[in-house]
């Protein structure tokens, strides 16, 4: 029944389907908004708690260090000079450990939007191949 009062043009249609796509996309950079800021969000709340444990637990750890640079040279024929190397030493090579493994996490642990970004791709291409029908 073409040209009933029921049929669509096929102009109109696209119309449709391109206001339907570009709404479509909208809401996926929405969602890829979203999700990036959640990811960023959750890192900063991280470095801030890791930062405060930091703080808490400093003193703490100068005081423990101290004991076992005095303690050292009870079991080592070391002086107590030589006591706070060893200690200052394994220190600095626990730093350096812990330095590297923070860069390494930091590095891998992008925000997801790796999905939104799939999720887009895909429907770029289902209207492509239904516009081309």
Same mark, same amino acid.
Do not use: C, N, Y
């Given at each position: 029944?073409?040209?009933? @009062?029921?049929?669509?043009? %096929?102009g109109? #249609?696209?119309?449709?389907?391109?206001?339907?796509?570009q /709404? /479509?996309v909208? @809401?996926?950079?929405?969602?890829?908004?979203?999700?990036?800021?959640?990811?960023? %969000?959750?890192?900063?709340?991280?470095?801030?708690?890791?930062?405060?444990?930091?703080? /808490?637990?400093?003193?703490?750890? =100068?005081? =423990?260090?101290v004991?076992?640079?005095?303690? =050292?040279?009870?079991?080592?024929?070391?002086?107590?000079?030589?006591?706070? #190397?060893?200690?200052? #030493?394994?220190?600095?090579?626990?730093?350096? =450990?812990?330095?590297?493994?923070?860069? @390494?996490?930091?590095?891998?642990?992008?925000?997801?939007?790796?999905? %939104?970004?799939?999720?887009? @791709?895909?429907?770029?291409?289902?209207?492509?191949?239904?516009?081309?029908?």
């Amino acid at each position: 029944m073409i040209g009933s @009062k029921g049929d669509r043009a %096929t102009g109109d #249609l696209i119309r449709e389907v391109a206001g339907d796509l570009q /709404l /479509l996309v909208r @809401k996926e950079l929405e969602l890829a908004r979203t999700e990036l800021v959640e990811g960023v %969000t959750a890192k900063v709340k991280g470095a801030g708690l890791a930062a405060g444990a930091f703080l /808490l637990v400093f003193p703490a750890l =100068l005081f =423990l260090f101290v004991a076992l640079a005095l303690w =050292l040279p009870r079991i080592l024929p070391v002086s107590v000079a030589g006591g706070f #190397l060893i200690v200052s #030493l394994l220190m600095f090579l626990f730093a350096g =450990l812990v330095i590297g493994i923070g860069i @390494k996490i930091f590095r891998s642990g992008r925000p997801g939007v790796a999905s %939104t970004v799939e999720s887009v @791709k895909e429907d770029v291409r289902w209207a492509r191949g239904h516009l081309r029908s």
